[in-house]
């Protein structure tokens, strides 16, 4: 079993770099894969200086403050603290400057549907002075920065529904050098946190699912298969806010580049960073 690698670590937390293929908590193991270790069961194998048989206060076990999903990579925050972990879930459930502020900025890889409203979006950007028919979940749309926001509900685990926001910004439309728009590469900024959020959002409302994400409609529209289930979405850039200015972490694509995996040969350099997001919102 690989460990997970540290990208900064902080008096009241660590920013860890999670590979795909590993459950966040305890609770989303299979009882068939009883033998597949969480995220902080790898830690404690691989880092167990943060597990002191007693820890010194203000120290604790290393707690999560919040998850990705089986098949997603990328920047996860880890607190040290009850402070932190604190702080943290103040603003998941009150966002805005209320705690520490965060900022979670991913890569996707996604294969428009033909006649899709991703495929119309790239149209438009070729001809800004066009128009095209948005529909009412995508309530702003800037064709010469290719930068749009999606408003619209998605249901939870109570089957209740909720409202989400996210923001995204076309990268790259022959991400690995295919015909254009065939697969393209967004940057994604979670507005809200909903479970499943920016895979519903692409899949429905762009038309265009995350590649290898069977769940929300990737195998009906493509014949490429893949080794694993990984799906190509990355958290890849991270922020914080816990005094006066914004911290930025990095998380690099370090796993799942080879042959036959969802990031071979994805072009990860020539596009233009995408500006300071707008901060997480409240999760009520």
Known sequence: MKGVTILRR???????????????????VPLQHTDRRPLLDILKKHHPEFYPEKPVPPYVWPKLVHRLDYGVSGAMVVGLTNHAVQKFHRNFKEGGNCGWPLRKLY??????????????LIENTKDPSSTVALPETITE?????KFGRIESAVVDE???RRESATEFTIL?????????GDEVLLALNPISGRKHQLRIHCSHVLGAPIVNDLRYGFDEISTQRFRSRQIALHSWRFEYKPALKWER????????????????NIDLENFEEPPLQTPQLNSK
Not at 107 to 120: I, W, Y
Not at 172 to 180: A, E, I, M, Q
């Open 10 to 28: 902080t008096t009241h937390f660590i920013v860890l770099n999670k590979p795909a293929l590993i459950f966040s908590q305890p609770a989303e």
């Open 141 to 145: 749309w800037d064709p010469a920065k």
């Open 249 to 264: 972490v990095y998380a690099p694509i370090v796993e799942g580049i080879e042959a036959g995996a969802v990031w071979h």
């Open 158 to 160: 109570e089957n209740k």
């Open 172 to 180: 790259n439309t022959s991400p690995r050098g295919g015909p254009p």
């Open 107 to 120: 890569l996707a890889v996604v294969k428009p549907r033909r006649n899709g409203m991703l495929s119309a």
